[in-house]
């Protein structure tokens, strides 16, 4: 099982943190993702092929910046 913190920039709300956890889980090998606004974190866990690019890469790509 892998684990994967970052933080992300933009998000401001509740639905914001559903679109995250939406186009994360869609990520094969993505078990649980765990985003919180007002910390400005994603959580992501799953199995070990799980690759962190790929991760940053889908919350870029719906307008939010991954800082690490």
């Known amino acids: ?12 709300c509740g639905g914001c943190e559903k ?26 866990k799953g199995s070990d092929s799980v690759d962190k690019r790929d991760v940053q890469r889908k919350i870029e790509d719906i307008g939010y910046k991954v800082k690490g």
């Open 19 to 44: 679109r995250i956890e939406k186009v994360v889980k869609d990520i094969s090998g993505v078990d649980k993702v765990e985003a919180d606004y007002k910390k400005g974190t994603v959580k992501v």
């Open 1 to 12: 099982m892998k684990e994967l913190e970052m933080k992300v920039d933009g998000m401001s």
